[in-house]
């Protein structure tokens, strides 16, 4: 079993930065995309941010030039950094894996989900 544990949510102010980790455990044979989607209140889950094995990215417009996506493939991690944030940012932020657990297995897995808020 694939497990996407998440860390770095948190309250900040317009204006502020924040980080965002997400550690992917369990019988891994590789990932593909890894990423962040988020979920504000009343609203319908949007990407955020992904990136491919191969180092490509896709943002969101509303973040480009204020989020960036990266990763640490050896550790299978992926991280957020968020400057510049606004209170639209407010969301429940969610790691994103499409993964093959096996060669012929592959499955996109989700996190729990960290709040992120921004006041202003």
């Known amino acids: 079993q694939v497990q996407l544990v998440e860390a770095g949510g948190g309250s900040v102010q317009a204006g502020g930065s924040l980080r965002l980790s997400c550690a992917a455990s369990g019988r891994i044979f590789a990932i593909n995309t890894m990423g962040w989607y988020r979920q504000a209140p009343g609203k319908q889950r949007e990407l955020v941010a992904t990136m491919s094995s191969e180092g490509s990215t896709n943002y969101a417009d509303s973040v480009k030039g204020r989020f960036t996506v990266s990763r640490d493939n050896p550790k299978n991690t992926a991280y957020l950094q968020m400057n510049s944030l606004k209170p639209e940012d407010t969301a429940v932020y969610y790691c994103?894996?499409?993964?093959?657990?096996?060669?012929?297995?592959?499955?996109?897995?989700w996190g729990q989900g960290t709040q992120v808020t921004v006041s202003s």
């Open positions: 994103y894996a499409d993964l093959r657990e096996l060669p012929w297995r592959r499955t996109d897995y």
